[in-house]
């Protein structure tokens, strides 16, 4: 479904993804991982091409994305994308939030676009609110509209860049559960998170990324328990004892 | 100081027809709105098409938005107002100067000239609102809207420009009243709107206070109509749940 | 609504009452202050502008003026009075002769009823009649002629109301523009957007003096009315006002009025040494010889 052959990207002198090598079958869900600035945000948002690259290939579905040929934004309309900050339009209402791509991209009518609405809000448990707007929303509400938004694109594909680290604490279970029942209903996922427990229970592999680099990939038992990489061992202790 | 006051005067015929003072005032008054709100609506089209341009990737398409800028910000008003007058006529092919210069009402075309070069002066300071309203979203709204497909276009049509213009409702405000009152410069190609009018009739009458004081309270009264009219639209648009909006 | 209105007016009132009240009359208030504050235009050419010296007026009715000073001088025996200027435009002249800022304005003011009701004008220091510029081609050769063409005259002054009175009354069709100045009024006709120019004579003159060309303009046309400059001063100082009509009287009486007139409308002015060329109406002469404070709608 995703597949990176030997990705290079630089901001002027910086080296921000170094030989990036890495494949996501469909239904599958990687968690991708690793210490600030190591190149997280930046390798996620090549996929939909948010962030160009210099070299390498990147495939999503069959097609290159780095391809000047490639029609991005139909390539985007398949990828959903959940940001960090949930980024839904303020000034729209959470229906128009969700509805508004797939009047205006794909041409679907209002009517339909909808009725899938409410059906996705009902989905992530938010029907009640499609009225309201997002300032009116708390941050998990908004995070969990964000991803009905990039739902009713019917995403072949869902990237998440860390959707719960803007969250208070007591949100993110909320946003986690609703990522999982998305997982479980076959979803291709790439989940940019230091949600360890939800690696654990849903990934099906993790990645560990290191100055751009990945150092290390394997399934989530495995990287917990037994790390190869001395990066991804301090990693790893520097989560379990966040106060130290 | 021994000044003559007749409130009266408005009343008063100007000998010319059976026109009185105050028909002057209202002739003058309708001009004064047809070229303002024609120009600001030009100018808020133009100026919103180079704002955007501003913001755009690229080099070209910011760099003429960045020269129209500098270039009509930085002449006078007065100075533009008369090369759309008397000079860019005189570079139009013969037929259409004749036609311009002596077949055309010369109210017509002397509006035509201020309309021209009012929109395109305001034009350049609306863009610079409209930039700084785009620059001012955060980076993740055109982010998320190019990430579900949108282009260029629909992410501006849709998303920041809908935010971008409620932000920059005060500025532009501003702007509509300052149009209002940069139109009196069509006094000095002969289009009779209300300064003009004000001064003729303190010509005429001699009542040169009266004159002043009725335009003042013209002006001012269109002004507050406009303010609550912006102030309307303001709420009109305000949106739910931010800042000051309704609950 | 009502109530700005109020404030304005009482706002606009109060400003005018805190000028300096001149319960004393023009004489004493020299007399007072050692000063004469001479109003002045800056491009009247060639009553009264500014050419060469920015701080000082220069033209026709400057001279007259000039003349009025000498004559309050010797009336207040002050040969020492001290001369002031002080810039009027069209819309300020009035409220500055009224307020007490100038005591004496000589420019071309035409003396008419409304603004009699203002202030108070001096005998007659020159007589114009409205009348018609265009191009010697243009085959015009007076009003009738104007018919359903471009027309300029220039904002505020008489010819303006006669022409837009004219245009009513015979329906003419014409289309009158009001350009904002002479020069600009001379403009127009030049870059053809009119096919006349109505003004008074005197300034008519003056703007073919100017043109490239003077050539190819002529000043036709059966004058519409004629008017009569004057100096403006106070309204109720018979005092100063009598210094004022003498000093003018006896410049006419003396004959020395057509040696400043050959100065300034037969011979070559500055800045430009421009000749105007416009010989003595007889209207005027009749004037001279018979001078009066009344305005030509009067007569
Ligand atoms: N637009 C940009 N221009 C220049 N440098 C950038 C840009 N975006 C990111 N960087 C730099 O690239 C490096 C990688 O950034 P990236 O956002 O991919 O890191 P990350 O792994 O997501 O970190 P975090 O966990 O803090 O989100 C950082 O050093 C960052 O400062
Ligand atoms: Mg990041």
Redesign the interface.
């Known amino acids: 479904m995703i597949r990176f052959n030997n990705v290079h990207k630089w901001f002027k002198d910086l080296h921000v993804l170094n030989g990036i090598d890495l494949q996501v079958a469909q239904g599958e869900v990687v968690v991708v991982c690793g210490p600030s600035g190591s190149g997280k945000s930046t390798m996620i948002r090549t996929v939909n091409q948010l962030e160009s690259i210099n070299e390498g290939e990147i495939w999503v579905d069959g097609k290159n994305v780095a391809d000047p040929k490639t029609d991005l934004n139909a390539l985007r309309a398949e990828v959903g994308f959940v940001f960090q900050h949930f980024n839904l339009y303020p000034h729209l209402s959470v229906l128009d939030n969700i509805t508004l791509s797939p009047i205006k991209v794909k041409g679907m009518d209002k009517a339909a676009a909808d009725k899938q609405a409410v059906a996705l809000l009902e989905r992530v448990g938010l029907a009640h609110k499609k009225d309201a707007f997002p300032a009116q929303l708390s941050g998990g509400q908004q995070q969990r509209v964000a991803i009905a938004r990039g739902l009713a694109m019917e995403p072949r594909v869902m990237l998440f860049d860390e959707p719960t680290s803007a969250l208070d604490p007591e949100m993110i279970g909320e946003v986690l559960k609703v990522m999982k029942d998305l997982a479980e209903s076959g979803m291709t996922m790439m989940v940019v998170t230091h949600e360890m427990g939800f690696a654990r229970e849903v990934a099906d592999r993790v990645v560990f990324i290191d100055h751009g680099k990945i150092v290390e990939q394997a399934p989530p038992e495995e990287f917990f328990k037994n790390p190869q990489h001395e990066r991804a061992q301090q990693f790893l202790r520097q989560l379990l004892t966040p106060m130290s | ?6 409130w009266n005067i408005f009343f008063k015929s ?4 059976s026109e009185i003072y105050l028909d002057w005032f209202v002739s003058g008054l309708g001009w004064t709105i047809a070229v303002a709100l024609v120009a600001w609506i030009a100018a808020l089209a133009i100026g919103s098409v180079l704002g955007v341009m501003r913001t755009l990737p690229g080099k070209v398409l910011p760099a003429i938005a960045t020269a129209y800028v500098e270039l009509f910000r930085n002449v006078p008003l007065l100075v533009q107002l008369f090369l759309w007058y ?1 000079v860019v006529p ?1 570079y139009l092919p013969e037929a259409t100067q ?1 036609w311009f ?2 077949d055309l ?3 017509t ?2 509006y035509i000239s201020v309309v021209v070069c009012l929109a395109l002066f305001t034009a350049a300071r609306v863009c610079e609102q409209v930039r700084t309203g785009i620059q001012a979203l955060p980076r993740g709204q055109s982010a998320a809207a190019l990430a579900v497909g949108f282009s260029i276009g629909q992410t501006y049509r849709h998303v920041l420009l809908p935010q971008a213009f409620r932000i920059i409702i005060p500025p532009l405000t501003s702007e509509f009243l300052n149009i209002f009152k940069n139109s009196s410069v069509a ?4 289009l ?1 709107e209300l300064l ?1 009018q004000t ?2 009739t ?8 009266e004159a002043f ?1 009725l335009a ?2 013209i002006y ?2 269109l002004n507050m109509s406009l303010m609550a009219l912006m102030n309307l639209v303001e709420k009109k648009v305000r949106i739910p749940g931010m800042m000051g909006g309704a609950k | ?1 009502r109530f ?2 109020r404030l ?2 009482t706002a ?2 109060a400003s ?2 805190a ?1 300096p ?2 319960a004393e009359g023009t004489l004493d208030k020299i007399k007072s202050s050692g000063v004469i504050v001479l109003g002045h235009r800056d491009a009247s050419i060639p009553f009264s502008y500014l050419a060469n010296d920015p701080t000082k007026p220069i033209g026709y009715s400057h001279d007259l003026q000039l003349k009025v000073v000498e004559a309050v001088k010797k009336q207040l025996k002050m040969p020492n009075l001290q001369v002031r200027y002080n810039l009027v435009t ?2 300020t002249r ?2 500055l002769v ?3 800022t100038v005591d004496l304005e000589c420019g071309s003011t035409t003396n ?1 009823l ?2 009699q ?2 202030v108070a004008f001096s005998v007659g220091i020159f007589e114009i009649g409205t009348r018609l510029m265009t191009a010697k081609t243009s085959g015009i050769k007076d009003f009738p002629d104007l018919k359903g063409k ?1 027309v ?1 005259t220039t ?3 008489t010819s ?2 006669l022409l ?2 004219m245009n ?2 015979k329906q003419m069709g014409m ?6 100045d002479h020069g ?1 009024s001379f ?2 006709l030049e ?4 096919v006349a120019f109505m003004m008074d004579d005197a300034l008519l003159y003056g703007e073919m003096a100017k043109a490239k060309n003077p050539g190819n303009w002529v000043v036709t046309g059966k004058p519409q009315s004629f008017e009569i400059y004057g100096c403006m001063l ?3 100082d018979p005092a100063f006002k009598k210094v004022v009509d003498d000093a003018l009287k006896a410049t006419f009486k003396s004959g020395e009025v057509n040696k400043i007139y050959s100065k300034w409308f037969m011979a070559p002015v500055p800045p430009k040494g421009l000749n105007l060329n416009f010989p003595m109406s007889d209207e005027f002469k009749a004037l001279v010889a018979k001078p009066t404070d009344k305005s030509a709608e009067e007569m």
């Open positions: 100081m021994n000044y003559n006051w007749d100007t000998g010319i027809g008397f005189d004749v210069k002596q009402n010369p109210a075309s002397a006094s000095l190609i002969g009779m003009a001064k003729q303190a010509e005429f009458s001699a009542n040169i206070f004081t003042t309270v001012f009264v | 609504m700005t209105t304005l007016t606009v009132i005018a009452f000028a009240a001149m069209s819309q009035i409220p009224q307020n007490g008419n409304e603004r009701k203002q471009n300029v904002a505020g002054t303006e109301r837009k009175a009513a009354e289309n009158i523009i009001s350009a904002k600009e403009l127009m870059s053809g957007r009119a106070r309204k109720e």
